[in-house]
């Protein structure tokens, strides 16, 4: 199993940048999805989901209205696009697959992720 994020970089406050997961070893529609991220000195976060069964989302209050998790079964690809990035938004992301497949929709505590990638860096600055 192997999950690959990409698509990060630098970017002004205010741009947007499309972030990529490549999966592989597991079909992608067994298991819901997230991604989460880490910025210096904090914990990992959970900042969107999508369900397997239903691909129904969930977003973190801090990146409602401004991020879009979406997946293409047929690629085994999952994708975060993020506009209106601040500051704040600068971290490494993550993206992962949860533990078991469930018909549960996603959630997005970090307990719940059992296969993860190595992430990709996300810096806004001006």
């Known amino acids: 199993v192997q999950l690959q994020a990409s698509g990060g970089g630098l970017v002004r406050p205010g741009g947007s940048l499309r972030l990529s997961c490549a999966v592989s070893?597991?079909?992608?529609?067994?298991?819901?999805m997230g991604w989460f991220r880490q910025a210096p000195g904090k914990e990992r976060e959970g900042i969107s989901c999508?369900?397997?069964?239903?691909?129904?989302?969930k977003y973190t209050d801090s990146v409602k209205g401004r991020f879009t998790i979406s997946r293409d079964n047929v690629k085994n690809m999952v994708y975060l696009q993020m506009n209106s990035l601040t500051p704040e938004d600068t971290a490494i992301y993550y993206c992962?697959?949860?533990?078991?497949?469930?018909?549960?929709?996603?959630?997005?505590?970090?307990?719940?992720?059992?296969?993860w990638g190595r992430g990709t860096q996300v810096t806004v600055r001006g």
């Open positions: 992962a697959s949860e533990a078991y497949s469930s018909d549960y929709s996603c959630l997005l505590e970090k307990k719940w992720y059992g296969n």
């Open positions: 070893g597991f079909n992608l529609d067994k298991y819901s």
């Open positions: 999508i369900s397997r069964s239903d691909g129904s989302t």
